[in-house]
C-alpha cells in the first residue's frame, strides 16, 4: 500500500521553515528507486489504456463484492489471480532495470508488450482461471490430476515465479523454488530433513489443486480483505488526509525542542494508520520532515533515521498494519477487534521510543522548536480539511460495530468517493466538478489496483512455500531441530545466571526468541513485509507454539521482527530512501534508524514473556500489564539515554553502561529484576538531577 499525494504543503514544517522540499514527481522517482513493487514500466498508448481500463475494473469489482457480497471462494481468487497475472506482465518490465534503448534525454520511452510477455500474460491467465473452470469436479481429481492440470499447474507456477521477481526482485522466487526442490528431492535431504520425496504431479496437486497451496488462505485473505484496504489507502490521500496528519502533527509537536522530528514522529504514526509501505510513508512524509531537521541542526544521517524509524512503525499501527492484521484474523480465527487492540500498545512503545531519543538528542544538541509563527494553526488546518477525516472515522466505526473488514472498507471508499464530489463542488462548477471526480476516481480505482499487484503475487507465490511445509512436514522437523539447539545453549548457560534468575526453559525460549528474531530479520532484508509474515508463521510460530507461546503473541512476534527489516543494514530500503532526500550516507542512516527503533525491538520479547502487554492474552491481569509496560517504558527510557549520551546532562561512560544494563533488567517483566534495575539507575539520576558537572560524551 502506498501514498498518492494530491496535494502539496499546506503550511506544515517544511514549508514554514522554508527548506526545499521534494516534488511529486522527485517523491515518485525516489519511491521508485528503493521500492520495486511500484516501478512501474512506460507503455505504449493503447497498451497504456487497455492496462488503466483492466485495472479500473479490477477495482470497480472488488469495491462491488465488498458492498454486495464475495462471490464463491475459488472463483473470487481466481478471477484477482488471473487479472493480476495479466497485469503485472503489462506494467512490470522483464528487467527492473532501464536500458540505454529506452530512454531519450532522460524520459522514458513507452514501449510496446514484447512477445514472451504476451506469452507470460496468456498462460497466468489462463492457469488462474483453470481451477476455479474446473470446481465443480475438482474433488474426483484431487490427488489423481491428468495431463492437463498438471500442465496448467506447471505453468501457473512459472508465471508466479516470473511475475514476483519483476514485481519485488529475486528472494521470494529463489526460496520458492528451494522449497519446491526440497520437497521433490527428499529421499536426498540429510539426516532428519529427509523424507520420501513427491513427484512433480504430486507436488503440483498439491500446490494448485488444493487449499494448501496457490489457492490457500494467503491469495484468499488478499483477494477479499487487503485489496479494498490498498485502494481506500490511496483514495484517502487523495482527498488530502495524508496532508492534514503532516499538516496537524506540525501544528501540536513542532514547538517543542527539536520540534520537526517530533513532527516526524507524530505525522508517521498517523500517515501509517492508512498506509501499508514503509518506503511510501518515508518519502511523503520525508520530502517535509527531512529537511526542516537538518535546517535546525540535526545531522543528516540522523535526520533520514528519525523518519525511516519513524515511517517503519506505520505498518504496526492499527488499523490497517500494512494488510497483516487481515491475515491475523484468518491465521488466528479472532476477530479484527481482538487483532487492532493488542496491536495498540506494541506500536504506541516503538513511537515512543523513537521519540524520547528524538528528544535527547534535541537537548544534548541545544536544538530549538519551531516558533509561532512558523508553524501551522492547528483549528485552521482543521477547519480547512475536517471533510477528509470522514472516510477514516467511517472505516474504523464500521470495524468497531463488528461487520466484515470488506464491509468497512467498502463504506470507507464510498466515504472518500463522496468527499471528492464535495470538494469539487466546493471547488468549481457542477459540470467541472463531475468530470474532476470522475477523473479522481478514474485515477484512484486505477493507482489502487496497481499497488496491490505485487503483494497478490507474492502471497500466491508464499502459497507454494506453506503448500510444501504442509505437504513434507518440514515445520515439525524444524521445530525440532530449534528447540532442541536452543535447550543444549541453555543447559549450558543457566549455570552461570546469577541469583536465578532464568532457569533452563526461560533460557530455551530465550535463545529461541533470539534466533527467530534474527531469521525474520535477515527474511525481511529479501521480500516485503506481508511475505515475510506468511512465511515466518508457518515455520517460525510453531516452534514457539511448542514452548507455550499463545498464538497470538507468537504471530505478532514475528511480524514484529519482519518490519524491523526495512531499518535493518545492509537492506534497510526506508532508511535508504530517506538516505536519499537527507544526502546522507545510507549505511549510517540504516545503523541509526535501527538503534532508534529498539522499541519494536524490545517489546516483542517483553510481551512473550509478559502476555498481558496485548491486553487480549490469557490470564491478562492489570497488575502484570502495569508492571509490564511501565518496565518497558523505563526500559526504553533507560536505554535512550545510553545511546544519546544525555539525560539531563551529558553523562559519563560509566553511566551510560549502567544505564544500559539496567534497560535490559527493566523489560523482564519480573518485580525483582525491575527493583534491580532501578537500584541501578539510582547513582546516575541522583548526580543528573543534582547537577553535577561532566564531561559530554558523543552520542
Given at each position: 500500500?502506498?501514498?498518492?499525494?494530491?496535494?502539496?504543503?499546506?503550511?506544515?514544517?517544511?514549508?514554514?521553515?522554508?527548506?526545499?522540499?521534494?516534488?511529486?514527481?522527485?517523491?515518485?522517482?525516489?519511491?521508485?528507486?528503493?521500492?520495486?513493487?511500484?516501478?512501474?514500466?512506460?507503455l505504449?498508448?493503447?497498451?497504456?489504456?487497455?492496462?488503466?481500463?483492466?485495472?479500473?475494473?479490477?477495482?470497480?469489482?472488488?469495491?462491488?463484492?465488498?458492498?454486495?457480497?464475495?462471490?464463491?471462494?475459488?472463483?473470487?481468487?481466481?478471477?484477482?489471480?488471473?487479472?493480476t497475472?495479466g497485469?503485472?506482465?503489462?506494467?512490470?518490465?522483464?528487467?527492473?532495470?532501464?536500458?540505454?534503448?529506452?530512454?531519450?534525454?532522460?524520459?522514458?520511452?513507452p514501449?510496446?508488450?514484447?512477445?514472451?510477455?504476451?506469452?507470460?500474460?496468456?498462460?497466468?491467465?489462463?492457469?488462474?482461471?483453470?481451477?476455479?473452470?474446473?470446481?465443480?469436479?475438482?474433488?474426483?481429481?484431487?490427488?489423481?490430476?491428468?495431463?492437463?492440470?498438471?500442465?496448467?499447474?506447471?505453468?501457473?507456477?512459472?508465471?508466479?515465479?516470473?511475475?514476483?521477481r519483476?514485481?519485488?526482485g529475486?528472494?521470494?522466487?529463489?526460496?520458492?523454488?528451494?522449497?519446491m526442490?526440497?520437497?521433490?528431492?527428499?529421499?536426498?535431504?540429510?539426516?532428519?530433513?529427509?523424507?520420501?520425496?513427491a513427484?512433480?504431479?504430486?507436488?503440483?496437486?498439491?500446490?494448485?489443486?488444493?487449499?494448501?497451496?496457490?489457492?490457500?488462505?494467503?491469495?484468499?485473505?488478499?483477494?477479499?480483505?487487503?485489496?479494498?484496504?490498498?485502494?481506500?489507502?490511496?483514495?484517502?490521500?487523495?482527498?488530502?488526509?495524508?496532508?492534514?496528519?503532516?499538516?496537524?502533527?506540525?501544528?501540536l509537536?513542532?514547538?517543542?525542542?527539536?520540534?520537526?522530528?517530533?513532527?516526524?514522529?507524530?505525522?508517521?504514526?498517523?500517515?501509517?494508520?492508512?498506509?501499508?509501505?514503509?518506503?511510501?510513508?518515508?518519502?511523503t512524509?520525508?520530502?517535509?520532515?527531512?529537511?526542516?531537521?537538518?535546517?535546525?541542526?540535526?545531522?543528516?544521517?540522523?535526520?533520514?533515521?528519525?523518519e525511516?524509524?519513524s515511517?517503519?512503525?506505520?505498518?504496526?499501527?492499527p488499523?490497517?498494519?500494512?494488510?497483516?492484521?487481515?491475515?491475523?484474523?484468518?491465521?488466528?480465527?479472532?476477530?479484527?477487534?481482538?487483532?487492532?487492540?493488542?496491536?495498540l500498545?506494541?506500536?504506541?512503545?516503538?513511537?515512543?521510543?523513537?521519540?524520547?531519543?528524538?528528544?535527547?538528542?534535541?537537548?544534548?544538541?541545544?536544538?530549538?522548536?519551531?516558533?509561532?509563527?512558523?508553524?501551522?494553526?492547528?483549528?485552521?488546518?482543521?477547519?480547512?480539511?475536517?471533510?477528509?477525516?470522514?472516510?477514516?472515522l467511517?472505516?474504523?466505526?464500521?470495524?468497531?460495530?463488528?461487520?466484515t473488514?470488506?464491509?468497512?472498507?467498502?463504506?470507507g471508499?464510498?466515504?472518500?468517493?463522496a468527499?471528492?464530489?464535495?470538494?469539487?463542488?466546493?471547488?468549481?462548477?457542477?459540470?467541472?466538478?463531475?468530470?474532476?471526480?470522475?477523473?479522481?476516481?478514474f485515477?484512484?480505482f486505477?493507482?489502487?489496483?496497481k499497488?496491490?499487484?505485487?503483494?497478490?503475487?507474492?502471497a500466491?507465490?508464499?502459497?507454494?512455500?506453506?503448500?510444501?511445509?504442509?505437504?513434507?512436514?518440514?515445520?515439525?522437523?524444524?521445530?525440532?531441530?530449534?528447540?532442541?539447539?536452543?535447550?543444549?545453549?541453555?543447559?549450558?548457560?543457566?549455570?552461570?545466571?546469577?541469583?536465578?534468575?532464568?532457569?533452563v526453559?526461560?533460557?530455551?525460549?530465550?535463545?529461541?526468541?533470539?534466533?527467530?528474531?534474527v531469521v525474520?530479520?535477515?527474511?525481511?532484508?529479501?521480500?516485503?513485509?506481508?511475505?515475510?509474515?506468511?512465511?515466518?508463521?508457518?515455520?517460525?510460530?510453531?516452534?514457539?507454539?511448542?514452548?507455550?507461546?499463545e498464538?497470538?503473541v507468537?504471530?505478532?512476534?514475528?511480524?514484529y521482527?519482519?518490519?524491523?527489516?526495512?531499518?535493518?543494514?545492509?537492506?534497510?530500503?526506508?532508511?535508504?530512501?530517506?538516505?536519499?532526500i537527507?544526502?546522507?550516507?545510507?549505511?549510517?542512516?540504516?545503523?541509526?534508524?535501527?538503534?532508534?527503533?529498539?522499541?519494536?525491538?524490545?517489546?516483542?520479547?517483553?510481551?512473550?514473556?509478559s502476555?498481558?502487554?496485548?491486553?487480549?492474552?490469557?490470564?491478562?491481569?492489570?497488575?502484570?500489564?502495569?508492571?509490564?509496560l511501565?518496565g518497558?517504558?523505563?526500559?526504553?527510557?533507560?536505554?535512550?539515554?545510553?545511546?544519546?549520551?544525555?539525560?539531563?546532562?551529558?553523562?559519563?561512560?560509566?553511566?551510560?553502561?549502567?544505564?544500559?544494563?539496567?534497560?535490559?533488567?527493566?523489560?523482564?517483566?519480573?518485580?525483582v529484576?525491575?527493583l534491580?534495575?532501578?537500584?541501578?539507575?539510582?547513582p546516575?539520576?541522583?548526580?543528573?538531577?543534582?547537577?553535577?558537572?561532566?564531561?559530554?560524551?558523543?552520542?
Open positions: 500500500m502506498t501514498n498518492d499525494p494530491k496535494a502539496g504543503p499546506a503550511g506544515g514544517v517544511a514549508a514554514s521553515e522554508g527548506a526545499a522540499a521534494l516534488t511529486e514527481a522527485e517523491q515518485k522517482a525516489l519511491e521508485e528507486k528503493f521500492d520495486s513493487e511500484v516501478r512501474f514500466r512506460p505504449t498508448r493503447p497498451v497504456l489504456v487497455a492496462s488503466a481500463v483492466a485495472l479500473f475494473v479490477l477495482s470497480c469489482f472488488h469495491y462491488y463484492t465488498a458492498g454486495f457480497g464475495i462471490l464463491q471462494q475459488t472463483t473470487h481468487n481466481g478471477l484477482h489471480l488471473a487479472f497475472l497485469l503485472v506482465f503489462a506494467v512490470f518490465a522483464f528487467s527492473g532495470r532501464v536500458s540505454p534503448d529506452s530512454a531519450e534525454h532522460g524520459v522514458l520511452k514501449l510496446g508488450l514484447p512477445l514472451l510477455d504476451w506469452a507470460f500474460l496468456v498462460g497466468g491467465v489462463v492457469s488462474a482461471m483453470y481451477v476455479p473452470w474446473i470446481f465443480d469436479t475438482l474433488a474426483m481429481r484431487v490427488g489423481n490430476p491428468n495431463a492437463v492440470d498438471v500442465a496448467m499447474g506447471t505453468i501457473l507456477i512459472l508465471c508466479l515465479l516470473e511475475a514476483t519483476r514485481a519485488m529475486w528472494p521470494l522466487p529463489v526460496i520458492a523454488i528451494l522449497f526442490a526440497y520437497a521433490y528431492f527428499g529421499q536426498s535431504m540429510p539426516g532428519i530433513l529427509q523424507h520420501p520425496g513427484p512433480w504431479a504430486s507436488l503440483v496437486n498439491h500446490l494448485y489443486l488444493t487449499s494448501q497451496g496457490i489457492y490457500g488462505t494467503a491469495l484468499g485473505v488478499i483477494a477479499t480483505y487487503v485489496f479494498h484496504f490498498v485502494l481506500f489507502g490511496v483514495l484517502a490521500t487523495r482527498i488530502g488526509l495524508g496532508q492534514l496528519f503532516i499538516d496537524l502533527a506540525s501544528a509537536a513542532g514547538r517543542y525542542a527539536g520540534g520537526p522530528a517530533k513532527v516526524s514522529v507524530l505525522s508517521s504514526a498517523m500517515l501509517g494508520s492508512i498506509s501499508g509501505s514503509s518506503i511510501a510513508n518515508t518519502v512524509t520525508g520530502s517535509l520532515t527531512i529537511p526542516a531537521m537538518i535546517k535546525i541542526g540535526y545531522r543528516r544521517h540522523f535526520a533520514a533515521a528519525v525511516a524509524a515511517s517503519t512503525g506505520g505498518q504496526i499501527t488499523p490497517v498494519m500494512g494488510a497483516v492484521a487481515f491475515l491475523m484474523i484468518e491465521y488466528l480465527e479472532v476477530p479484527l477487534t481482538t487483532i487492532l487492540t493488542a496491536a500498545v506494541p506500536a504506541f512503545m516503538h513511537f515512543f521510543g523513537v521519540l524520547v531519543q528524538v528528544h535527547m538528542e534535541a537537548k544534548r544538541l541545544g536544538l530549538r522548536g519551531l516558533t509561532k509563527e512558523e508553524l501551522p494553526d492547528a483549528w485552521k488546518v482543521f477547519k480547512a480539511n475536517w471533510l477528509t477525516i470522514i472516510p477514516l467511517v472505516l474504523v466505526g464500521v470495524l468497531l460495530s463488528g461487520r473488514p470488506y464491509s468497512a472498507a467498502f463504506w471508499i464510498t466515504a472518500c468517493i468527499v471528492m464530489v464535495v470538494q469539487n463542488l466546493m471547488a468549481r462548477g457542477v459540470v467541472e466538478a463531475a468530470r474532476a471526480t470522475a477523473t479522481d476516481i485515477d484512484g486505477v493507482m489502487g489496483a499497488y496491490s499487484l505485487s503483494v497478490t503475487v507474492a500466491a507465490l508464499v502459497g507454494v512455500v506453506i503448500g510444501v511445509v504442509t505437504l513434507t512436514g518440514v515445520g515439525f522437523k524444524i521445530v525440532f531441530l530449534v528447540t532442541s539447539t536452543a535447550g543444549g545453549w541453555a543447559e549450558s548457560v543457566a549455570p552461570y545466571i546469577p541469583f536465578g534468575m532464568m532457569d526453559a526461560t533460557l530455551t525460549l530465550l535463545f529461541t526468541l533470539m534466533m527467530t528474531a525474520c530479520i535477515l527474511m525481511g532484508c529479501g521480500i516485503p513485509t506481508t511475505a515475510n509474515y506468511l512465511i515466518m508463521i508457518a515455520i517460525a510460530a510453531p516452534i514457539l507454539g511448542a514452548l507455550g507461546v498464538p497470538i507468537a504471530h505478532f512476534f514475528v511480524f521482527y519482519g518490519v524491523l527489516a526495512d531499518v535493518t543494514p545492509p537492506v534497510a530500503l526506508a532508511a535508504y530512501a530517506a538516505a536519499g537527507a544526502g546522507a550516507n545510507a549505511f549510517k542512516a540504516g545503523n541509526t534508524a535501527f538503534r532508534l527503533s529498539m522499541g519494536k525491538a524490545l517489546v516483542p520479547f517483553v510481551f512473550v514473556f502476555p498481558s502487554l496485548l491486553l487480549v492474552t490469557q490470564g491478562f491481569t492489570w497488575p502484570s500489564f502495569v508492571l509490564a511501565s518497558a517504558m523505563l526500559g526504553i527510557t533507560a536505554l535512550s539515554a545510553a545511546f544519546s549520551g544525555y539525560l539531563t546532562q551529558p553523562l559519563r561512560a560509566w553511566e551510560r553502561a549502567l544505564l544500559a544494563v539496567a534497560a535490559l533488567l527493566f523489560v523482564a517483566p519480573d518485580l529484576t525491575t534491580i534495575a532501578a537500584a541501578l539507575c539510582l546516575v539520576l541522583i548526580r543528573s538531577f543534582a547537577g553535577g558537572s561532566s564531561s559530554p560524551a558523543a552520542a
